[in-house]
């Protein structure tokens, strides 16, 4: 149910001084799909971009955008980087139009090896972007192919030194685990040529079958199989232990980055700030709410165009609720949780009713607690998912 922009006004009055400082941008957009993806997106065409702009104007216009003054910026998708430079610089005028970019301290935009080019790098960095993640995956021709990317692992380094010479510093690079047919010795020798590169960022994901996927039939027909339990942990811990080795220390359960280096855009989500997210199935948090777009182009379009927000879901956390969620997200991060500060903020005293659980998990080297900080160790981020699914 799309609602009138009105009721988004009441929500932003209503957070008074908790405007969100990070701006989320969905471009619904990519070349082809990937075999695994459930990321709401689009084949590009040149008239569904242009509606997709104008319509994103219009959301804009109605989230009261005169006083956002952002300090991030994150452009995802999709793959944002599938726009051509003409596209990519109306969504910056349109960005720029909308809200006040004069106080942004990190803008990202996530890009494809195959979709980036040196034009598209100068303008991207001569508008403002400060990070670029590239969607690389693997180096393995093999493993690429199982996943269905369009690039192979020599577009990956061809798109890298491009962005190198285009001026940016923090380059980042996301890889995957647990591909079909992905051995812990494939991984390892990923990690080695994603280090070979000496990016400022990587983001490491474990690949997860999802439901309504190609690579969810492969799996259900028996022709492909998710790598096993014992592979997984293996390579997260060796990708763990190369990267920090290498200078790249681990900040999230995910994602390791050269000091100063990490993106302040996703810290601010885990520390469970504010943020807006503009475009297609574009996910926000503002006034202590959480709210979600229609994953759905022609939906988003036929909401704004009747001046209607095309929100489709919306939940609001209170109490205990509220801080328990702040738990499980800052116990992603390495920095953890003060629960001295927890407790006085929100009234939960996890040490008193968790107690327990915390002392088991520091018996098995999965926490540790520094003084009234908590903080899973890299054994406790291998098995985040029971842990964090106690707490809730
Ligand atoms: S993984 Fe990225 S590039 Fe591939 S279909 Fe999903 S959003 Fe598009």
Same mark, same amino acid.
């Given at each position: 149910m799309a609602e009138n922009g009105a009721r988004r006004l009441e929500v932003y009055r209503a957070a008074g001084s908790v405007l969100p400082r990070g701006l989320y941008v969905h471009? *619904?957009? *990519?070349?082809s799909f990937c075999r695994y993806c459930d990321f709401y997106s689009e084949i590009r065409t040149p008239d569904a971009v242009a509606a997709y702009l104008c319509a994103l104007e219009r959301e804009l216009a109605l989230v009261c955008p005169v006083v956002l003054r952002p300090a991030t910026v994150y452009f995802g998708g999709g793959t944002p980087s599938v726009l051509l430079p003409g596209e990519i610089e109306a969504l910056l005028r349109i960005i720029g139009r909308a809200v006040n970019l004069g106080g942004v301290e990190e803008m990202t935009f996530e890009a494809n090896p195959e979709s980036l080019d040196a034009g598209k790098l100068r303008m991207l960095a001569s508008s403002g972007a400060t990070r670029l993640s590239i969607g690389a995956q693997s180096f393995d021709p093999g493993t690429l192919c199982a996943l269905g990317r369009r690039h192979g692992p020599d577009e990956i380094r061809r798109a890298f030194d491009a962005a190198r010479t285009a001026g940016f510093r923090n380059v980042g690079l996301d890889l995957m685990y647990g591909a079909p047919g992905q051995t812990p010795a494939g991984f390892r020798r990923d990690i080695e040529a994603a280090l070979s590169l000496d990016p400022a960022h990587v983001s490491v994901y474990a690949l997860t079958v999802e439901d309504g996927t190609p690579l969810a039939e492969a799996v259900a027909a028996g022709k492909v199989s998710p790598a096993p339990d014992e592979h997984m942990r293996a390579m997260y811990l060796d990708a763990c232990d190369m990267l920090e080795s290498a200078g790249l220390l681990q900040y999230e359960i995910s994602n390791f980055a050269r000091p100063g280096c990490e993106c302040r855009h996703n810290l601010a989500y885990w520390r469970r700030a504010p943020y807006l997210g503009v475009g297609p199935s574009a996910a926000s948090f503002v006034g202590g709410e959480r709210y979600r777009n229609a994953a759905d182009l022609g939906k988003y379009r036929r909401a704004l165009a009747a001046g209607k927000l095309p929100i489709v879901e919306r939940e609001r956390l209170e109490g205990e609720r509220a801080a328990r969620e702040e738990v499980i997200l800052r116990l992603?991060?390495?920095?953890?949780?003060d629960l001295d500060d927890l407790r006085r903020r929100t009234g939960l005293d996890l040490a008193e009713v968790q107690g327990d659980a915390i002392r088991t998990w520091i018996g098995m080297g999965l926490a540790r607690m520094e003084g009234s900080r908590l903080s899973l160790t890299r054994h406790g981020f291998c098995v985040s998912n029971s842990i964090l699914s106690e707490l809730v």
């Open positions: 471009v *619904c957009f *990519c070349s992603r991060t390495r920095e953890g949780l």
